[in-house]
């Protein structure tokens, strides 16, 4: 990393990393032992096994609404909300972000916005029921080692003032 960003052509980033180069070099060495290609065959597979699955799940759900797609469209729409997704990884779950993807992508074929809105609405309840699954699992590992679960408010301790 530290090499990369001092190879660009802007002093002050220059001179950012000659400032932090110890804590670089660092960085640099930890991913060096991450980033080693055999250890990332695994990982590789695993996404795209996953990506895959989005694809069939997303032609599948098309098709069923009357959709008339391909699978290669269906691949072609999962790559581009893949993309929109890390692009809005500060949003949480990608809101907004993702429906407004599926809706360009979809509307753009003539097709109605009630059909667009039912995929929409298919696809995040899919992920609000994973998000349940996830949430039981928690729960169930926590009371089996004898741990109670408490959830914050995320309130501060004075209150909300205006």
Same mark, same amino acid.
């Given at each position: 990393? /530290?090499?990369?960003?001092?190879?660009?052509?802007?002093? @002050?980033?220059?001179?950012?990393? *000659?400032?932090?180069?110890?804590? #670089?070099?660092?960085?640099?060495?930890?991913?060096?032992?991450?980033?080693?290609?055999?250890? $990332?065959?695994? %990982?590789? $597979?695993?996404?795209?096994?996953?990506?895959?699955?989005?694809?069939? *799940? =997303?032609?599948? !759900?098309?098709? $069923? $609404?009357?959709?008339?797609? &391909?699978?290669?469209? =269906?691949? =072609?729409?999962?790559?581009?909300?893949?993309?929109?997704?890390?692009?809005?990884?500060?949003? %949480?779950?990608?809101? /907004?972000?993702?429906?407004?993807?599926?809706?360009?992508? !979809?509307?753009?074929?003539?097709? &109605?916005?009630?059909?667009?809105? @039912?995929?929409?609405? #298919?696809?995040? @309840?899919?992920?609000?029921?994973?998000?349940?699954?996830?949430? =039981? !699992?928690?729960? #169930?590992?926590?009371?089996?080692?004898?741990?109670?679960?408490?959830? *914050?408010?995320?309130?501060? *301790?004075?209150?909300? &003032?205006?």
């Amino acid at each position: 990393v /530290g090499r990369w960003l001092q190879r660009l052509p802007v002093a @002050a980033v220059r001179g950012w990393v *000659e400032r932090q180069r110890a804590d #670089l070099e660092r960085a640099d060495g930890a991913l060096g032992r991450v980033l080693v290609p055999r250890r $990332l065959g695994v %990982p590789a $597979l695993l996404y795209v096994g996953m990506w895959l699955a989005e694809s069939v *799940e =997303a032609y599948l !759900l098309l098709r $069923l $609404l009357g959709f008339d797609v &391909t699978f290669g469209d =269906a691949v =072609a729409l999962e790559a581009v909300m893949s993309v929109l997704r890390a692009l809005a990884f500060f949003i %949480p779950a990608g809101l /907004g972000v993702q429906d407004a993807g599926y809706a360009a992508f !979809l509307s753009g074929g003539g097709d &109605t916005l009630s059909a667009v809105a @039912a995929f929409v609405l #298919l696809k995040r @309840a899919r992920e609000l029921c994973w998000m349940g699954v996830g949430a =039981a !699992l928690l729960v #169930l590992q926590a009371r089996a080692r004898g741990q109670r679960l408490e959830l *914050e408010a995320g309130v501060p *301790e004075g209150g909300i &003032t205006a």
